[in-house]
């Protein structure tokens, strides 16, 4: 099939600016498609049918692929491959079905207004986001562009943006870029708290750190107090290591099995922007306890499921890699999550248990896995002197499905 779909990226100074593909692909549509800023710039006399963006935007995405064949246009703003409709729709359809036509994304508009060198900025968008998800990108000197949702959205991130130490950031808010009423506002962080801007807009901070803010590093094994936790929780020198034997990917699927407060999950997460992780738990102290970990570490997309495996696994996607926190001895647990392990994938288990470790030992013979013994101390005052203080003896396992 040929192209049907025309997904048309537009400046804010209109359709004028369009080069001429785009334009003839607009001249085509029988649908043409886009917020109601978008459908404003067609010409008045235009009696082709419209469709404005419903809420939630899935409607759209069902409302177009029911068309399927149609002469569609969509009219989006900027890029729309970069954190844009283009991506909603290059996952359910191929290449060929569907054209892009991209103008300048809101991410080079920005940098070049600023001067801001792009490939050392990191780029985000907080549309129809959390805004925690900013919080693992904090570092002091750090420069971010995000995508902003829409007024009140400066206003609420500076906010965030003070409670965590970073309150004299420069926060630069761009409005209606390349268009006729585009504006600059700069202030600090703490100055922005309360103020409201151009629903059109992005945000580029210039990160600066008070004696208050604590910046966490990406790399695993973050210090224990980072985590809300209620003493049980996998040591630091022990989650460092597992998630090194888990050996991640980017944008890999990680089962975080028994998660407890969903320490290894959240540093999976924090990994990369495009990892993914589902922490399984049935205890409801520790649920919340995620849920705040996962507020507080900047990973709002970890997928909190309640329930006891293996039951609470049976309808989850398949994993590429699996960390038994807890069960390991429990029935059907390690068989389930080895079944629905993709090939290639990793499962790594710890153990404290002598019957934990004899079962470990036993699946390292059959699958030909390797065996750990973490033995981790800490130096710890003792009024005067100094003294060790030993942990529980973990035992890892890690497998590698063939």
């Given amino acids: 099939m040929t ?35 978008h459908l404003d710039m067609l010409p008045k006399d235009d009696d082709r ?16 692929m029911a068309k399927r064949g149609q002469q569609i246009t969509i009219l989006a703003t900027g890029d729309p491959m970069h954190y844009g409709i283009g991506v909603t729709f290059a996952k359910r359809l191929p290449a060929t079905e569907m054209a892009v036509f991209p103008a300048l994304s809101a991410f080079t508009l920005a940098a070049s207004r600023l ?22 990108n904090l570092a002091p000197a ?69 004696n208050t ?35 991640p990917l980017r944008g890999q699927l990680l089962w975080d099995v028994g998660a407890g407060s969903g320490s290894i999950s959240t540093e999976w997460m924090r990994i990369n922007p495009l990892n993914q992780a589902m922490a399984i738990e049935h205890i409801q102290d520790r649920l919340d306890l995620i849920q705040q970990n996962r507020v507080k570490l900047g990973v709002p997309g970890l997928k909190i499921i309640s329930g006891t495996a293996p039951e609470a696994l049976a309808n989850l996607p398949d994993p590429d890699r ?18 629905r392990l993709k090939p290639g994938g990793v499962l790594v288990a710890n153990t404290v248990t002598t019957q934990g470790e004899s079962f470990a030992f036993n699946l390292a013979e059959q699958w030909d896995g390797e065996l750990t013994r973490l033995n981790i101390s800490r130096a710890i005052k003792i009024g005067n002197f100094t003294s060790w203080k030993p942990f529980r003896q973990v035992t890892q396992l890690r497998l590698v499905k063939k």
Wanted: negative net charge; charged residues 15%; proline residues 4%.
């Fill in 49 to 64: 049918a419209t469709l404005i963006w419903p809420s939630p935007l899935i409607q759209l995405v069902d409302d177009v």
């Fill in 142 to 210: 750090t420069q971010i562009l995000a995508l902003s949702d829409n007024g009140d959205t400066p206003s609420h991130l500076a906010a965030l943006l003070c409670d965590t130490g970073y309150g004299d950031s420069v926060l630069t808010v761009l409005e209606h870029m390349g268009g006729s009423k585009e504006n600059q506002q700069t202030k600090t962080a703490n100055r922005w708290v309360g103020q409201k801007c151009q629903d059109l807009n992005t945000i580029a901070v210039d990160c600066v750190a008070d």
């Fill in 322 to 339: 699996i960390f038994i926190g807890g069960g390991l001895t429990n029935e059907g647990v390690f068989e389930i999550c080895w079944q």
């Fill in 213 to 247: 803010a604590n910046p966490i590093s990406l790399i695993p094994g973050l210090p224990d107090d980072a985590f809300v936790h209620n003493g049980q929780i996998t040591k630091r020198e022990v989650r460092s290591a597992t998630l090194a034997a888990l050996s």
């Fill in 3 to 37: 192209a049907w779909l025309n997904i048309i990226g537009v400046g804010d100074d209109g359709l004028g600016s369009l080069n001429e593909a785009a334009k003839i692909a607009l001249s085509k549509a029988t649908l043409i498609v886009g917020g109601k800023r």
């Fill in 115 to 136: 001067g801001w060198d792009l490939s050392r900025t990191i780029t985000m968008t907080l549309h129809g986001r959390p805004l925690e998800l900013i919080l693992s």
